[in-house]
């Protein structure tokens, strides 16, 4: 049926209008089983290449022994195969794109591989594979065949559907939700009311948030394996089976509640797709994952195309973030500024257009990352205080092998000998050791601390973000042992020459600077500063007991500052300054940082050009600075706003999480007498977070 009005564009849109509603008639009258079967067909297929899939089944398809088993497979031990080329095999016999469609060889050789499965019944000694990939698998075969002209015998189909029932294993967060998607396929493929009730459900169950368990936390982060920061690693396989879940059921009865919607597109917006650049994800987000090759490529182009269709009103972010992250927009298209403070996870992420820089650290409230089957061998400084610096995105894709991994950007730490020093002992993570451990956001600057001791190394490591910099400090750092301590700035792929200013030298005290891949490094009190471009070897496997074992050799841009042995109350300070040219270094104004304190009792810094003060106090102390002066009597972090301005605010958070309140006395410079503020804390669950105060001038 076609609607006629004048005007081309006035007609277009109406026939989208009616189309659209012609379909909601339908689905209202529609069983919800054909609508979401047809979805997650369709799903099945998205940016499926014939060609490649053709040349993979070519391959497979006459290997296959006349048993329906492949010689190359241990069925006792079996893996993504036989079950992904058996399901590759199915998508071309139903795909008229593709030269296989509805292949008479190829049937006989789906019905045999599945015949043989069945009669097999494999087991992984992984018991995800058995509870979530096999009947995941089976399920999105039996679904896809369901389109095949000629269908698979009703036998070998319910003995394979039966095949795939396993008990739920309910609050496990993202794994009930993967687990809950083959119940989804089961009740489509059944028609099966109680199925799809209990499917729908444990599909949702994880979108919640529970104080201090598993899954989404009162700060936007994410727990899996305990308190442990899982944003990307499972906090991933969550955003993915949730948005699935609520687009394959969007606009049935089973559509995802309101509530929870809100908690699914706060995760998505405001957590998870901030941690991707381009379409690299920070390397502070994927757990023990950081140890699988391709693991910080994001793929989320499909995925973030679908949040749309049943979040329609933020769809014009949604739009900008899948052009962004599938590389059709630069990485700062749509993109805007913001500080994200997560102290509940110990994770600190600062968004600008030009730069991501996050850091993630440890405390004894927290398990520090974990190394769990044998991945994610040698992260053992992982959680120190890593710094991750994005500008294309790319920076670290992919350089994990080679590593050195007691230099990991932005950790103080031993310089050991060889891998065995950072090598992890213990899986499944180890409380961190520290409790002042947090930060101070107004959603857009901020400070963070790490108070780190840890392998006999003990310092006091701050943060603090502004929009052009970030200043890094480090004081107190004091070890006896017998390695040299070490604070790496960076290692990253080796991108372009490194120019440095005529001053760097050895044990320097004079301020130099360092330039490589478009970011700047500013030493204000110089160090000894080191710099390594050369080639550096390793293997997945080094990290990564299931990966391979070839040798890999890249150039890597190493700079770090060596303390020497036995350092005494030593320091570090330097600035980052992401997405700047030599000349744009020596014209940068760097007179508007003044490093106002850098002790193991106060870090401070002013920032003249934005008019503000960040400041980590590690004990009840008094700070002097400018006409400026500011008492505390309780440990805290602090960042005054428009200090010499109309309106200056105070903000205020205690990282130990133990204060109710903390009495401040401020003046600033236009005061005549200080002012007394008495600052209340966010307690229970958001005790941590950042309180505000405005300041009567
Ligand atoms: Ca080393």
Not at 322 to 349: E, M
Not at 557 to 563: D, P, V, Y
Request: with cysteine; aromatic share 10%.
């Amino acid at each position: 049926m076609m609607v006629r009005i004048k005007g081309k564009g006035l007609k277009i849109n109406l026939s989208v209008i009616f189309v659209c509603l012609s379909c909601f008639f339908v689905s209202a009258q529609q069983k919800p089983y054909t609508i979401i079967m047809e979805r997650i067909n369709l799903d099945l297929q998205v940016g499926i290449n014939d060609g490649v899939l053709t040349k993979r089944i070519n391959k497979n398809l006459p290997a296959l022994l006349p048993d329906g088993s492949w010689t190359d497979i241990n069925y006792a031990d079996a893996q993504y195969d036989p079950l992904n080329r058996i399901k590759d095999m199915a998508t071309a016999y139903i795909r008229q794109s593709n030269k296989l469609y509805q292949n008479k060889e190829m049937y006989g050789a789906i019905v045999k591989a599945l015949q043989n499965w069945l009669d097999k019944n494999p087991k992984n000694k992984n018991w995800w594979y058995n509870d979530i990939f096999y009947p995941q698998a089976i399920g999105q075969t039996l679904i896809l065949m369901r389109n095949a002209k000629t269908q698979l015998p009703v036998e070998l189909e319910n003995a394979l559907i039966n095949r795939m029932i396993r008990k739920l294993k309910t609050g496990d967060g993202a794994n009930t939700s993967d687990e809950a998607l083959h119940y989804l396929y089961r009740a489509c493929l059944t028609q099966n009311k109680a199925t799809l009730d209990s499917a729908a459900k444990y599909l949702f169950e994880p979108i919640t948030i529970a104080d201090g368990k598993e899954g989404v936390q009162v700060d936007g982060s994410y727990y899996q394996h305990g308190k442990q920061q899982a944003i990307a690693s499972y906090g991933r396989v969550f955003a993915g089976n949730s948005v699935n879940a609520a687009f394959y059921l969007r606009g049935t009865e089973y559509a995802l509640p309101k509530d929870q919607l809100a908690i699914l597109v706060n995760y998505l917006k405001n957590t998870f797709l901030k941690t991707v650049r381009g379409s690299f994800y920070d390397f502070n987000v994927r757990g023990r994952g950081i140890s699988r090759k391709d693991s910080l490529s994001s793929g989320m182009g499909g995925m973030v195309g679908k949040i749309k269709l049943f979040d329609p009103e933020n769809a014009d972010y949604w739009d900008a973030a899948q052009l962004r992250t599938s590389g059709k927009k630069p990485v700062d298209y749509g993109i805007t500024a913001s500080h994200s403070q997560y102290w509940k996870s110990g994770y600190t992420l600062h968004l600008r257009k030009a730069y991501t820089f996050s850091v993630q650290t440890a405390s004894s409230r927290t398990l520090r990352t974990e190394r769990g089957n044998n991945e994610n061998i040698l992260g053992k400084f992982l959680p120190d205080g890593a710094t991750n610096i994005q500008r294309s995105g790319s920076e670290y894709a992919n350089l994990m092998p080679v590593w050195e991994w007691d230099k990991i950007p932005g950790t103080t730490s031993r310089d050991y000998a060889d891998d065995s020093g950072a090598t992890v002992l213990k899986e499944w993570g180890i409380p961190g050791s520290t409790k002042f451990v947090g930060g101070v956001s107004d959603g857009f600057y901020g400070v963070s601390c790490y108070d780190l001791n840890y392998d006999s190394v003990q310092a006091k490591k701050a943060w603090f973000f502004f929009d052009q910099e970030v200043v890094c400090l480090g004081a107190g750092i004091n070890s006896n042992a017998i390695q040299n301590i070490t604070t790496t700035i960076n290692q990253v792929w080796l991108r372009s020459n490194v120019s440095t200013s005529n001053g760097i030298q050895k044990n320097g005290k004079s301020e130099v600077w360092a330039l490589h891949d478009s970011i700047g490094y500013i030493f204000p009190h110089g160090g000894n500063l080191e710099i390594s471009t050369k080639a550096q070897s390793g293997s997945w496997y080094r990290v990564n007991h299931f990966q391979s074992k070839t040798e890999l050799k890249h150039n890597v841009f190493k700079m770090w500052l060596n303390h020497g042995q036995n350092p005494q109350n030593g320091s570090y300070q330097y600035i980052v300054v992401p997405g700047i040219d030599v000349a744009g270094l020596k014209k940068y104004n760097r007179s508007m940082i003044e490093i106002l304190k850098n002790t193991d009792e106060i870090q401070a810094v002013k920032h003249t050009g934005l008019n503000m003060l960040q400041a980590v106090f590690y004990k009840p102390g008094t700070l002097n600075a400018d006409g400026l002066s500011l008492r505390v009597d309780q440990a805290c972090t602090v960042y005054i706003k428009n200090i010499n301005g109309k309106n200056p605010t105070l903000y205020i958070a205690d990282p130990a999480q133990q204060n109710a309140s903390i009495n401040v006395l401020l003046k600033l410079p236009a005061m005549l007498k200080p002012q007394n503020i008495n600052c209340n804390l966010p307690a229970g669950a958001l005790s941590g977070a950042t309180a505000t105060f405005k300041i009567k001038e």
